[in-house]
């Protein structure tokens, strides 16, 4: 009896700490929410809270894959037992306006059947030997017609790309066609299994933190919902393959 007490009690406990620990976490994510609304109704009036596209922040391996607001960072709880797996990239414009690039040099592949949807493989410029991963998603208007360029079609095995390639527009395809998402890019950073092999995207613990890999803070505990997630020094911008650098004075707005 007593034991049993002991068990249910501490049974409860352990469903309280999860409960709380979500909630905090979903607190988080709606006060960002509320900032990523206040953004889409005038992304002209917030242009100052967008990163630039194929821009560096310090000394960054990766270019930053697309130009838009960061709604959603790496880590954030939409509902129980989810936690979002990349970082959300909001261009404010329509489906097909937003250019999304390439943002590390590797080999690109698309599933016969991904409509929206590229990853590319890479050996790990943080942790040399390990193989890693980069997926792009959300590739396409509300009825799945895809958004990716030409030179990508469905069933692409190995393609190499270089940092910065164009690989297709933002948009607002959730996979489901006629309930559409907002326009977007979704960008995460994906493990490998032994032979190599990318692990299932949706699980927080097959993707890794994006933050050393772009150079700045991008994971949901590092952020508070109500500041801006940007370089906290000057951008370095690239022109297309690369080559031709400059200075970028966007991240010197903001403190
Ligand atoms: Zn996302």
Redesign the pocket.
């Known amino acids: 009896m007593k034991r049993g007490m002991l068990f249910t009690g501490g049974f409860a406990l352990l469903v309280a700490t999860g409960l709380g620990l979500w909630w905090w976490r979903f607190r988080a994510s709606l006060v960002r929410t509320r900032r990523l609304l206040t953004y889409l109704r005038e992304p002209q009036t917030h242009a100052d809270w967008r990163i630039p596209a194929r821009a560096r922040c310090r000394d960054a391996p990766f270019l930053t894959p697309t130009e838009g607001y960061i709604g959603?960072l790496w880590g954030d709880a939409f509902r129980p037992g989810h936690r979002?797996?990349?970082?959300?990239i909001f261009g404010g414009g329509p489906n097909g306006q937003t250019p999304v690039y390439a943002a590390y040099p590797g080999e690109l592949y698309r599933g016969a059947d991904w409509k929206a949807s590229l990853i590319i493989r890479h050996r790990d410029p943080l942790h040399p030997g390990r193989i890693i991963w980069t997926y792009y998603t959300h590739l396409a208007d509300e009825q799945g017609r895809s958004l990716i360029d030409a030179a990508f079609p469905p069933g692409t095995e190995g393609v190499p790309v270089e940092a910065g390639t164009f690989l297709g527009y933002q948009g607002n395809f959730s996979g489901t066609p006629g309930r559409p998402v907002g326009v977007?890019l979704?960008f995460s950073i994906v493990r490998s299994d032994a032979r190599g092999h990318y692990l299932d995207e949706r699980r927080l613990e097959n993707t890794l933190d994006p933050s050393p890999y772009l150079g700045f803070p991008l994971r949901y505990d590092q952020v508070p919902g109500d500041q801006v997630p940007t370089c906290p020094t000057a951008w370095e911008l690239s022109e297309p393959g690369g080559h031709s650098l400059l200075r970028g004075l966007l991240g010197e707005r903001l403190p």
């Open positions: 959603y979002h797996t990349g970082i959300d977007h979704h």
